[in-house]
């Protein structure tokens, strides 16, 4: 017998406004999780002698390194706004759809604001 | 049900989740207002931050908090993206080995500095 | 109106196609299904599963413009041209738009989806106060049409071992069910870090039940119960 098809183009398939907080929920955990093995280092080398401390802070201005800042920092801004959404939903807070919805879109909202701010931060 | 799915365990490693995720939250939280209101223009008041001893303690504790997340997290995605399954354990393990190397760093690094 | 249909006929086709339709309708022509027999009468080969026509038979599952619905209870005048109607993702299509959901009754079965109770039977009725009864609202009305599962990214990546918002919801609505007496056992199976816990809450799936239900509510009120027996 012929292998059955399945439909699971994604680019056709609608997600809703919650899908979508969803997974930047779950990507910006992994960017983290990528980031973290980098920031243990810069972290030691800050923490063990002056030298080290000037370095990581040269290191840092740089433009790819503020790049990266601005990335990271949506990245936790909106891993922890998702994840603040998913325990109050998980306390009975806003499981209703439209509370969901609306909820969903001020996460992902903020998570933005939360980026532009860093790099306006950074930047000046 | 296989005893393997009880150590495993859903609602163990759910609960973890959310524990070491409120306790970041609420060192995270601290941590900010903390950073934003010390002076840490120099070597001497960065080392000086992190070593005060409820700091560093707080902080040993984030790290430990962070590598379960981390943990809980990331098994999640590999279960289930990662095919075929006798590749899982495989990634697990991988996993296990990025966050373990980074979450060592980082205790390493602050009781380096304390000691 | 025009009309974009998945078609897949297993003696005929490798692989599926699309296949435009420009249709005449009729006055009381309203929802999608009166479009698809319409269509049916065009060309006899498309194939699709229907029965009661009211949404409450939960036959007609299938994905138009992108969201799963019942195409009995889907208006027409609601959706763009145009109208993409597809199978429901993830599952196996038998043909058309008609998808193998053996797996999705599986799961289903294998939450044992009836009242559990061995005592001896008693003198009279078990009773159920309208309180204790009305703890089912919200549950009992499913009509299994998939629509929730099958627009599950959890339930996409692993079909075999997640049981998926339907079959949770299921099972919530015996857990809830005062008159059954294996809650323990109940909530022991739906342990591990797959049955239930692959559960993200993304909340496709109340999104998307035609019959307004929550089935991400009710994995949740599960999770409440085993924590509260754990801790």
């Known amino acids: 017998m012929k292998t059955r098809p399945v439909f699971l183009d994604l680019f056709r398939i609608g997600q809703p406004i919650g899908a979508i907080a969803s997974i930047l929920h779950r990507a910006s955990g992994l960017l983290l999780v990528l980031a973290l093995l980098v920031l243990a280092v810069l972290f030691e080398y800050s923490l063990a002698s002056p030298e080290g401390f000037a370095a990581v802070r040269q290191i840092l201005a740089g433009p790819l390194a503020t790049l990266a800042l601005i990335v990271l920092a949506w990245a936790l801004a909106h891993h922890v706004l998702a994840g603040i959404r998913h325990i109050l939903m998980d306390t009975g807070t806003g499981w209703r759809l439209a509370q969901a919805r609306r909820s969903a879109l001020a996460v992902i909202v903020t998570g933005l604001v939360c980026a532009v701010a860093a790099a306006l931060a950074l930047i000046f | 049900m296989a005893g393997g799915e009880r150590l495993l365990g859903g609602l163990r490693a759910w609960t973890w989740q959310r524990v070491s995720a409120l306790y970041l939250l609420g060192f995270g939280l601290v941590l900010a207002i903390r950073l934003v209101a010390t002076p840490l223009a120099d070597y001497a008041q960065w080392h000086a931050f992190w070593t005060a001893p409820p700091m560093a303690t707080a902080t040993l504790l984030a790290v430990v908090s962070l590598a379960v997340h981390a943990w809980v997290g990331g098994r999640d995605v590999i279960l289930d993206y990662v095919r075929p399954r006798s590749a899982r354990p495989v990634a697990l393990a991988l996993l296990g080995l990025l966050i373990g190397l980074a979450v060592a760093r980082f205790a390493v690094a602050l009781l380096a500095a304390l000691g | ?231």
């Open chain 3, 1 to 231: 109106m025009r009309f974009s249909v998945y078609r897949f006929d297993p003696d005929r086709d490798d692989k599926p196609r699309m296949q435009d339709f420009d249709l005449e309708l009729q006055p009381n022509d309203h929802m999608v299904l009166d479009a698809l027999l319409r269509l049916k009468q065009i060309d006899d080969s498309l194939s699709f599963r229907r029965s009661c026509r009211e949404g409450v038979c939960g036959s007609d599952g299938m994905n138009i413009n992108g969201r799963n619905r019942l195409a009995c209870i889907t208006e027409l005048r609601s959706l763009r041209e145009p109208i993409v109607i597809r199978p429901l993702p993830g599952q196996p299509v038998i043909r058309d738009l008609i998808v193998d959901l053996t797996q999705f009754f599986e799961h289903y079965h294998s939450i044992r989806p009836w009242v559990v109770d061995n005592r001896p039977m008693p003198e009279h009725e078990r009773l159920q106060s309208p309180e204790e009864r009305s703890t089912l609202d919200g549950l009992y009305e499913c009509i299994l049409c998939a629509c929730c599962s099958t627009t599950c990214p959890s339930y996409w990546w692993n079909p075999e071992q997640f049981i998926g918002p339907a079959g949770l919801l299921q099972a919530y609505r015996f857990i809830a069910d005062s008159r059954d007496q294996a809650l323990d056992e109940r909530l022991d199976f739906l342990e591990g870090p797959f049955r239930l816990y692959r559960c993200r809450t993304i909340m496709n799936c109340t999104e998307v039940c035609p019959k307004g239900l929550a089935p991400s509510h009710a994995i949740e009120q599960i999770r409440k119960l085993q924590f509260g027996r754990s801790f």
